[in-house]
């Protein structure tokens, strides 16, 4: 009976370990996103290498600093490098877990940024895999913003026949009801009312966006989407 208390004991003490280990790494990688820098994030990138990989959740951190690293840089090659690195990690947590929300989202949101860099006819092809991937995180993750934004993007961005201006703003609505407090899901609705010349709802967007406060996890993209719509506005007399 002791023995198995022991067990017991020592299979609870090790997975309130390992997820405190993810949690401690994640709150990390989530102040370095805050601030966008590309150093520190260098650093925790070959952190993370050292860490038990196995881990599903690790992994798709991982995945997901290459991601985000690769959005803050400008030199194109190493850029591709780094979405690469993180579509591949994320495949590779998905084998691990299907049903593994994040890493789908990951995988998408890597795609979606080599689809901008390639040529007319290998976008075709990254632009159906991006679908596949963004689909199942929605499906897999229905209350976070992060998915529909990506999807709405896509609707917006991309050449006919691809791009809805309709689903597009049905996705953006979609992360705003999910986080009412994530002001970037506001700022790219506003981007899709100013494409579809819908200048008083972009107008009204862009107000919104330098309502709302920014949010300690997303300093430097919040400064940015402030900055941009207040010359939006300012350029659009309003």
Same mark, same amino acid.
């Given at each position: ?16 370990? /390992? ?7 994640? #709150? ?15 650093? /925790? ?26 959005? =803050? ?9 780094? &979405? ?15 049903? %593994?929300?994040?890493? &789908? ?24 895999? /991006?679908?596949?991937?963004? @689909? ?7 209350? #976070? !913003?992060?998915? /529909?934004? *990506? ?7 991309? !050449? =006919? ?17 999910? @986080?009412?407090? %994530?002001?970037?899901? %506001?700022?790219?609705? *506003?981007?899709?009312?100013?494409? =579809? ?7 009204? &967007? ?25 010359? =939006? ?6």
């Amino acid at each position: 009976m002791k023995k198995m208390l022991v067990i017991i004991f020592l299979i609870v003490f090790s997975s309130v370990f /390992f997820a405190s280990e993810y949690e401690a790494l994640l #709150s990390e990688f989530v102040q370095i996103r805050a601030m966008e820098d590309t150093e520190m994030m260098a650093e /925790f990138i070959e952190k993370l290498e050292s860490e038990d990989l196995e881990d599903i959740e690790i992994l798709t951190l991982l995945a997901d600093c290459h991601r985000e690293y690769a959005n =803050w840089i400008e030199d194109k090659k190493t850029r591709e490098t780094h &979405y690469n690195k993180a579509r591949e990690l994320a495949e590779q947590a998905i084998k691990m877990d299907d049903s %593994y929300g994040m890493a &789908y989202y990951v995988k998408g949101a890597a795609i979606g940024q080599l689809a901008q860099m390639a040529g007319i006819i290998q976008s075709m092809f990254l632009i159906s895999d /991006f679908d596949k991937s963004i @689909d199942k995180a929605m499906e897999l993750m229905p209350d #976070s !913003p992060f998915p /529909f934004i *990506a999807k709405g993007m896509r609707d917006r961005d991309t !050449p =006919w026949p691809y791009r809805n201006y309709g689903k597009s703003e049905e996705r953006f609505m979609k992360a705003i009801e999910n @986080d009412p407090g %994530y002001l970037n899901s %506001y700022y790219e609705l *506003a981007v899709l009312y100013q494409v =579809w010349k819908k200048k008083d709802l972009a107008a009204q &967007y862009y107000r919104k966006v330098l309502e709302l406060e920014l949010q300690p996890d997303f300093i430097v993209q919040g400064q940015e989407a402030k900055e941009n719509a207040q010359k =939006w506005l300012e350029d659009n007399g309003y």
